[in-house]
């Protein structure tokens, strides 16, 4: 058996190599200005609403109320079988026409399905706004004609698209900034984290405009997230991440009009969060009453968007009855061409099914056109 050695190790000597400690770490940017604040902004009902323009209070409200009779009457053609589907956003018009005010008209706005009235707000025909939901033909309109990108149905795919755009633009030189919309659902989606994080790394000029209307579909946002607020999640990208009342128009307008303009700058990307609600349900093939209240969808009619702002500006004495008229008067207006164009059936050419799907069509789609050609010439022959 081999013997242990009864020789005593001696102590490592000082000059022996030992690890080195590493540096102490350090955040490359102090998170705190980058965190919301802990309550929404809110301007309406606040000193603050004196600095506001008047002008530009009129014309919020007066959007306002366009908006709402555009999500009554189009609500009404699903029920009339002219739409497929709507997804209302009845109780979010606050949220969808502070954001359209706020983009130049050079800038791009990428909507989600749920925000057609944003797309109308910003200058689209409301017939083209809804092409899409009656399943007519393509997106309806010129995306580039409009700098409106198509309403997008899958959620959060929008949002790459919108960092892809702005970092584009920005290494072009072009001084344009997009918008992009997305519902608190659309937050649970890898495509969220995705262009946050591209965005952020790019410093693209976007801005995240999240519309927290307390559902996604018939999840709560509760068992979505378990964050402080979605608002909190830009820290983790480097972006700040504002909070605002999303029933508020004014400080909606505020607060995506300073985030645009931070971007213009080059100060890069910002996560804004609108705390709204869903009055209506998901969409008109959605029953909201299998989970929720009505209590709780009557106590946010009490938070109602065009009720706030037509209170404070009849106190401040920049509405009278004559002014609420004329606003109701022109939103009706609305309504009725909208109604009338869209009770008009549609003249479809089936080879539109070919267009726009290449640049150059393949042979195979050639050959699939020819075929259809041919099929419709001899239909007609027999007629």
Not at 104 to 120: G, H, N, Q
Not at 200 to 222: H, K, R
């Amino acid at each position: 058996m081999q013997q242990r050695s009864s020789t005593v190790q001696e102590p490592l000597a000082e000059t022996a190599h030992r690890p080195t400690p590493p540096p102490a770490w350090r955040p490359r940017t102090d998170p705190a200005p980058l965190l919301p604040d802990t309550e929404p902004l809110r301007v309406l009902g606040t000193d603050a609403v004196a600095d506001a323009d008047p002008a530009l209070l009129r014309r919020l409200y007066a959007e306002l109320v366009r908006g709402r009779r555009y999500n009554a009457q189009a609500t009404a053609l699903t029920k009339q079988g002219r739409l497929a589907v709507y997804p209302s956003t009845t109780g979010q018009e606050a949220s969808e026409i502070g954001a359209a005010l706020a983009l130049e008209e050079r800038d791009w706005l990428f909507p989600s399905y749920r925000d057609t009235l944003a797309a109308v707000a910003r200058g689209l025909d409301p017939v083209q706004a809804l092409t899409l939901l009656r399943g007519d033909w393509h997106t309806g309109y010129d995306p580039r004609e409009h700098r409106i990108a198509p309403l997008c149905t899958p959620l959060a795919t929008q949002l790459p698209h919108a960092v892809g755009l702005a970092h584009a633009a920005r290494l072009k030189g072009d001084d344009v900034v997009a918008l992009a919309m997305v519902g608190d659902g659309g937050t649970s989606e890898g495509d969220f984290h995705e262009a946050l994080n591209f965005a952020a790394v790019w410093q693209a000029p976007v801005v995240f405009f999240v519309q927290n209307n307390g559902f996604a579909i018939s999840v709560p946002l509760a068992k979505q997230t378990a964050a402080p607020s979605l608002a909190h999640k830009a820290v983790g990208y480097g972006m700040p991440g504002r909070l605002v009342d999303g029933n508020d128009v004014v400080a909606v307008h505020q607060v995506l009009t300073e985030a645009v303009t931070r971007a213009r700058r080059g100060g890069g990307p910002t996560l804004v969060e609108a705390i709204t609600y869903r009055i209506d349900a998901h969409t008109n093939a959605d029953d909201a009453t299998r989970y929720r209240a009505d209590g709780e969808v009557e106590t946010w009619r009490a938070h109602d968007p065009v009720l706030l702002l037509e209170r404070e500006l009849t106190a401040r004495g920049l509405l009278d009855e004559e002014g609420r008229r004329a606003a109701a008067e022109a939103a009706e207006t609305m309504a009725a061409e909208l109604r009338e164009r869209m009770n008009a059936d549609p003249v479809l050419d089936p080879m539109d099914l070919f267009t726009h799907v290449y640049a150059e069509q393949t042979a195979q789609l050639r050959e699939q056109a020819a075929q259809l050609r041919a099929e419709l010439e001899a239909e007609g022959e027999s007629r």
